[in-house]
Nanobody, 126 residues
Framework: QVQVVESGGGSVQAEGSLRLSCTVSGASYGSNYMAWFRQGSGKEREGVAAIEPSFGRTYYTDSVKGRFTISQDNGKNTVSLHMNSLRPEDTAMYYC???????????????????WGQGTQVTVSS
């Protein structure tokens, strides 16, 4: 059974940093893509960052470029999201997602992913 488990998150003041980690277990093969999405209160879920583990290609939504970095850690099924210069508008529930055994055309589209974690809260205060 495939499981996606996030860790990290928490509360920080503006301009602070946080690191989120995500591990996919139970899969018999590596993920085609792994990504982080977020959903703020009253907002739609949006793609934040994605990585193609086999090639190391990364993708970011415009609002986090230069501040967030997605990286692969010790294997294709573990990724981290390093978040710097955090802003109050980054406050949201952050979800890790994995695309296993399916083609992905738009790495920041939530509908391109078939496995999801439970989410971890990130709160940034001004």
């Amino acid at each position: 059974q495939v499981q996606v488990v996030e860790s990290g998150g928490g509360s920080v003041q503006a301009e602070g940093s946080l690191r989120l980690s995500c591990t996919v277990s139970g899969a018999s093969y590596g993920s085609n893509y792994m990504a982080w999405f977020r959903q703020g209160s009253g907002k739609e879920r949006e793609g934040v960052a994605a990585i193609e583990p086999s090639f190391g290609r990364t993708y970011y939504t415009d609002s986090v470029k230069g501040r967030f970095t997605i990286s692969q850690d010790n294997g294709k099924n573990t990724v981290s999201l390093h978040m710097n210069s955090l802003r109050p508008e980054d406050t949201a529930m952050y979800y890790c997602a994995a695309a296993l055994g399916i083609a992905t055309l738009n790495p920041l589209d939530q509908y391109e992913y078939n496995y999801w974690g439970q989410g971890t809260q990130v709160t940034v205060s001004s």
